[in-house]
């Protein structure tokens, strides 16, 4: 049975960090393109980062360029997403997913098709 299983979200004040984590079972994460995702309230789903199954490039939206970085740990099998300089903006349910490679269009990220781990909220206040 295939499970990613987030944790690390949680409640932190503007300009604090975050490290999210994508623990796999059931599959080999180094043989999938990781992405990661978020969704705010009455918002749509927006891809946040990706990192590629061939030569670990990255991607990362325009909004987190900067402060955010991904990376995986294959000994662990598990991605991680490092979150700086956290903004009130940045809350949302964050999500990783695997996925068949980073598809980017206009500068976009887009899901392919893979599995998806059930999300963990980071809520950015004071």
């Known amino acids: 049975q295939v499970q990613l299983v987030e944790s690390g979200g949680g409640l932190v004040q503007p300009g604090g960090s975050l490290r999210l984590s994508c623990a796999a079972s059931?599959?080999?994460?180094?043989?999938?393109?990781i992405g990661w995702f978020r969704q705010a309230p009455g918002k749509r789903r927006e891809g946040v980062a990706c990192?590629?199954?061939?030569?670990?490039?990255?991607y990362y939206a325009d909004s987190v360029k900067g402060r955010f970085t991904a990376f995986r740990d294959n000994a662990k099998n598990t991605a991680y997403l490092e979150m700086n300089s956290l903004k009130p903006e940045d809350t949302a349910v964050y999500y990783c997913?695997?996925?068949?490679?980073?598809?980017?269009?206009?500068?976009?990220?887009?899901?392919?098709?893979?599995?998806w781990g059930q999300g963990t909220q980071v809520t950015v206040s004071s």
């Open positions: 997913a695997t996925d068949l490679g980073c598809t980017v269009s206009n500068g976009v990220y887009y899901h392919n098709k893979g599995y």
């Open positions: 059931g599959l080999t994460l180094d043989t999938y393109a």
């Open positions: 990192i590629s199954r061939s030569d670990g490039s990255t």
